[in-house]
């Protein structure tokens, strides 16, 4: 659970509650409920305490399980194409994209795809 799991690291940093908040530009209060699962951060604030903590939003929320498998089928028409954990861990990034940098990524693999067919 996400606030046992920000507790133990707070803890293990030996730091308070309010310095955490401090960080996050919060009031402690607000921290505080994410600790006791009266509340759940934002996607940002999520981001936020992942670094803080030096782990990652997979670890915080405890779906790392989730991906350790070798590979994902996903089937696309009559083929069938089968995801590596670098690829899941891709496309998990690309959803937290805002819409404009979604595009920019988009192109830029488009050009290098454009690239790598003429050589």
Do not use: W
């Amino acid at each position: 659970m996400l606030a046992d799991k920000l507790r133990a690291l707070r803890e293990e940093y030996n730091i308070t509650q309010k310095q955490v908040a401090d960080l996050l530009n919060i009031d402690r209060s607000t921290y505080s409920y994410y600790e006791t699962g009266k509340s759940c951060p934002t996607l940002d604030t999520l981001v936020r305490l992942a670094r803080i903590f030096g782990t990652s939003t997979d670890e915080l929320l405890d779906v790392k399980s989730t991906f350790q498998e070798p590979s994902s089928t996903v089937s696309v028409g009559p083929s069938v194409v089968v995801l590596s954990f670098n690829e899941k861990n891709l496309v998990l990034k690309y959803r937290q994209l805002p819409a404009p940098l979604k595009q920019s990524v988009d192109e830029f693999l488009d050009d290098q795809l454009s690239q790598s067919h003429k050589e």
